[in-house]
């Protein structure tokens, strides 16, 4: 589940939001903990991705994502969570992210990001993907190879000794080649003990700013993408955002510990 955008006391120089206070560092044996959450979180996420076709109704992927997570001795981490009503976030089209799983069927066409979270043994999990549904416009195949490539790109740049902005500007440089744009009204987020922990992490902003990398911080770094313009709009149900111009939106994104030799994504099946 995505971070809304703060701003947050900084040092001086570097850009509003990502200072680096209370960025914690996670020994080797909570990183093997938080594994299993994220490993189970891929897991489920890799089990939806298979269901997905058209005709079935947003709801019925989230029973499916409640009842596997539970069947694992989890606890849905979005149920609840500053009163969000679901386990899964069901984003379609122009939704950029907090989808309410609902009645909707899903249509041949459709795109669909998955956004989903897992507690278990006291650390959380954070993944999302978008899928798509049956056979999609070029427009949106470009959409989804980009919003993915520049998760991977911003993840080479999650390494020791680099900035925070760092991964930052590595997806927005390669969003912004393909004449796409990214979302600053969300960003990612460090994540452990609790869903949500500093430091933001946008997918926006200038190079060698924030603070800087060590071994052991967990962040989950998951880029916003629309075909249209940044800007966004939350509906009347106070969750779901869409693009401001109804372009279409993808997400996708994995949680990851910075390591001595560069990152290990802990949010893979």
């Given at each position: 589940m995505v971070f809304i955008w703060t701003t947050v006391k900084t040092n001086p120089?570097?850009?509003?939001?990502?200072?680096?206070?209370?960025?914690?560092?996670?020994?080797?044996?909570?990183?093997?903990?938080?594994r299993q959450s994220n490993r189970l979180v891929a897991q489920v996420?890799?089990?939806?991705?298979?269901?997905?076709?058209?005709?079935?109704?947003?709801?019925?992927?989230?029973?499916i994502a409640e009842r596997s997570i539970k069947e694992a001795g989890a606890i849905p981490a979005f149920k609840g969570y500053r009163g969000y009503p679901a386990s899964l976030c069901v984003s379609i089209n122009a939704e950029v992210v907090h989808g309410i799983p609902g009645s909707r069927r899903l249509r041949e066409g459709d795109i669909v990001s998955l956004d989903l979270g897992a507690y278990l043994n006291g650390y959380y999990g954070d993944a999302a993907i978008t899928v798509p549904v049956g056979e999609v416009s070029q427009e949106a195949k470009k959409l989804l190879e980009v919003t993915q490539q520049a998760l991977s790109k911003?993840?080479?740049?999650?390494?020791?000794?680099?900035?925070?902005?760092d991964i930052s500007h590595a997806i927005q440089s390669?969003?912004?080649?393909?004449?796409?744009?990214?979302?600053?009204?969300f960003v990612g987020h460090g994540i452990g003990r609790n869903l949500h922990e500093d430091p933001?992490?946008?997918?926006?902003?200038?190079?060698?700013?924030?603070?800087?990398?060590?071994?052991?911080?967990?962040?989950?770094?998951?880029?916003?993408?629309?075909v249209g313009t940044w800007e966004v709009k939350v509906l009347k149900d106070g969750w779901t955002a869409v693009t401001a111009d109804g372009s279409l939106s993808a997400?996708?994104?994995?949680?990851?510990?910075?390591?001595?030799?560069?990152?290990?994504?802990?949010t893979l099946p």
């Open positions: 120089g570097e850009i509003e939001g990502v200072g680096d206070n209370m960025i914690n560092i996670r020994t080797k044996q909570e990183i093997e903990i938080m996420l890799k089990r939806l991705r298979e269901v997905i076709k058209p005709g079935i109704p947003t709801r019925e992927l989230d029973q911003g993840i080479e740049q999650a390494r020791s000794g680099n900035r925070l902005l390669w969003v912004e080649s393909f004449g796409f744009s990214v979302v600053r009204d933001q992490v946008p997918n926006f902003g200038p190079p060698h700013q924030g603070p800087r990398l060590l071994p052991g911080m967990v962040l989950a770094i998951e880029p916003m993408i629309n997400h996708f994104e994995h949680t990851i510990v910075v390591t001595d030799g560069g990152s290990d994504i802990l």
